[in-house]
């Protein structure tokens, strides 16, 4: 008997490729979707040499319903995790409609796809923005949820709609994931975070200064109500982050209902403390100046990750050493990414 096939979509993007790998080792098969719209083909070539098979991919957007109806109709799918949209909080601001209509609109395609094809479990990709500026830490997941940008309501409303969905048909499963900061790279260095242009998230920048890509790091704010002024974030490692998945997936294969989890480590790092665990990684200076308070930017956010702990079975294990160690193995053998 074939293992479960998982679909996949965004499954070139930097969370994706490694949740790929997860699965694989974990002895699903995989049928990735996704549009390059911000990732690259190459991201294929790398699986390939690091799961030992060619990739099962399919070239489509998941707004795209005539597309996703022909992935769904080629053989039966046991679950979907949905990775695929858009996902920088500033640029989110500057183009709010190509965030709702990519972000909210996928989420629907592939929803209604499932529900024609009878695939009714489902891992989302959340995030902890819908947490907005937390009450308290650590966050816990009956925390009050807000948004202070239109990636994280579209998230939001992501949410409220699965949760509406499983209201009326108890037979969805649905594990929604509640993200913290992403980080690190796969062990081999083959594949990691690929940002286009300007990094939006703070360690692929510090990766470019420590590398010389970029002559300095712009840390924006440090008055901030912490130990050091800057802003503190609950950093995480994305192969724990994979293996989250596969644990959610785990969950509702299992036919244990539906779950909101937080994923993170529980333990907040400011923007310092991350610069220097990357200097003492890589054996590079990492040169910096302190830049005005972006708007919206709160002082700490971490995660109490213990449901995740007790209802999946998971917790992060690798450090702040390990996340810089890798992510700086990423960076120096890919100095431009995976365009060389």
Known sequence: MNPPLILLTGATGFIASHTWLALQAAGYRVLGIDNFSNSSPEVLTRLKTL?????????ADVCDAAAIDTVFAREPIAAVVHFAAFKAVGESAAKPLAYYANNLSGLFTVCQAME?????ALVFSSSATVYGKPEQLPIREDAALSATNPYG???????????DLQAADPS???ATLRYFNPVGAHESGLIGEDPRGTPNNVMPFISQVAIGKRA????????????DGTGVRDYIHVSDLAEGHVAALRYLLAGKGSIVANLGTGQGSSVLELVRAFEQASGRSVPFEIAPR???????CYADPA???ELLGWRATRDLQTMCADSWRWQNLNPNGLAG
């Not at 024609?116 to 009714?120: K, P, Y």
């Not at 309501?153 to 949760?163: D, G």
């Not at 300095?216 to 130990?227: E, K, M, Q, V």
Request: hydrophobic share 35%; charged share 25%; aromatic share 8%.
């Open 116 to 120: 024609r094809h009878h695939c009714q």
């Open 51 to 59: 799961g030992g098979m060619t990739p099962d991919f399919i070239r």
């Open 307 to 309: 449901r995740a702990h």
């Open 172 to 174: 969805w499963a649905i």
């Open 216 to 227: 300095r790091l712009s840390i924006f704010g440090n008055d901030y109500d912490t130990a």
């Open 153 to 163: 309501a579209t998230k939001l409303m992501s949410e409220t709609v699965l949760r």
């Open 294 to 300: 972006r708007p919206g930017d709160i002082d700490a």
